[in-house]
């Protein structure tokens, strides 16, 4: 069995190159578009930490559903799930120093002129909205640090004591994780639009979330068996890790279609202005955009069992996917707080910086374990795996 991921010099130093061009974006766009630079980062440190949260959750499934054929590759979602701590405090930072910016509802005058989100302030106003974050978080935190303190005594010890504990505090974690990311998801970024709701929102964002932190796990895991690590990663495992795509494809269509298609047909002025906003004022291809690439390319392209054990097909669909998710975020974020449809050097900067920071703590965790769970209970049945023909 192989060791703890070896990280080159060349890696950090890329890291911090990407670092550093997020932070000249930052400065950059403070200094001629405060609210642009707010609304991007906003939405970066909401993408990784979506991330890190879907890759967590399938984790948290992986135990839950004593899932063998992944068992091998259960440092990948650990170490992409180590972004959250970081991730909250980015967030953060949006919460105390961008909310005037980026929120109708934080201005008062606003409040008071307005009898919608003065009948929503007793919920919607900042001091509330701060405490309930770090709740949120702060149970996060404390249950992706205890997983991952179970995982590393199981490595240390065997048997199966902490395998069944990583198994019940799952279950913990999941229940957790559906009611605080549901809330969490409309303080942050549905509450953009303070006057308008979809029952749906919160659901599609968390299955946005799973759906892409799997395509970030398959992504790490063949960019990882690329340079030598996880030798015995089989056509069988890639055709598992497609059905997640495939499933997931599904589902994330499956609620984009039921959120848009529903308001259409109601024809609810109070619903359909977040719409008429993005197809009538210049938002059209990134919306058509957001379904092709995380619907129906996926969909399509990994129908065929050949591709959806094909290395390169997969590699490339979970790339685009990632894409896609910035899209998707994108189109939920910008129109209600900028109301420009322009990707210049601040959204591409201020990308490349928090993607320098997210591959800069996902690799850190990586080295610090063995990347093989040589104790995990279900191991040999992962080195195994063949179930599909």
Do not use: C
């Not at 920071?357 to 209970?377: C, D, G, Q, W, Y």
Request: proline content about 4%.
């Amino acid at each position: 069995m192989e060791n703890s991921v070896k990280i080159s010099p060349k890696f950090k130093y890329l890291s911090f190159g990407l670092m550093a061009i997020g932070v000249i974006a930052l400065i950059v766009g403070f200094l001629i578009n405060p609210q642009r630079t707010w609304a991007n980062y906003l939405l970066n440190s909401y993408y990784f930490l979506t991330l890190a949260i879907g890759a967590s959750f399938f984790l948290a499934i992986q135990y839950i559903t004593q899932s063998g054929w992944s068992a091998m590759f259960k440092r990948v979602p650990e170490a992409i799930g180590s972004f959250v701590p970081v991730g909250v405090i980015l967030l953060s930072f949006v919460l105390v120093f961008g909310a005037h910016s980026l929120y109708h509802w934080s201005h008062t005058e606003a409040v008071e002129g307005d009898p919608l989100l003065a009948h929503k302030a007793p919920y919607l106003n900042l001091p509330f909205m701060i405490i309930r974050y770090l709740i949120f978080v702060g149970l996060w935190v404390f249950m992706i640090l205890l997983l991952r303190k179970y995982s590393l005594l199981e490595d240390k010890h065997g048997g199966v004591e902490y395998f069944k504990k990583s198994e019940y505090y799952s279950k913990v974690f999941i229940f957790i994780l559906g009611f605080s990311f549901t809330l969490g998801t409309i303080d942050w970024i549905m509450s953009i639009n303070a006057h308008w709701f979809s029952t749906l929102f919160s659901l599609k964002n968390f299955a946005s979330a799973f759906y892409h932190g799997s395509a970030a796990i398959i992504l790490v895991v063949i960019i990882l068996n690329h340079y030598g690590y996880f030798p015995l990663l089989s056509k069988y495992h890639l055709h598992d890790f497609s059905k997640y795509i495939f499933m997931l494809s599904i589902i994330y269509g499956y609620l984009w279609y039921a959120q848009y298609m529903l308001i259409w047909y109601a024809n609810i002025p109070e619903e359909t202005v977040y719409y008429t906003r993005i197809i009538q004022e210049g938002w059209k291809t990134p919306f058509l955009l957001d379904i092709i690439i995380n619907w129906a390319f996926p969909f399509l392209f990994l129908m065929l069992n050949a591709i959806a054990k094909n290395k390169k097909a997969l590699l490339f669909t979970t790339s685009l996917l990632l894409i896609g998710h910035w899209i998707d975020l994108y189109l939920q974020i910008m129109p209600g707080t900028t109301g420009v449809n322009s990707i210049g050097f601040i959204e591409i900067g201020t990308y490349l910086g928090f993607m320098g920071i997210f591959a800069f703590m996902v690799s850190r965790t990586l080295s610090k374990a063995p990347i093989i769970p040589e104790n995990h209970p279900f191991l040999e049945e992962s080195l195994a795996h063949k179930l599909h023909h």
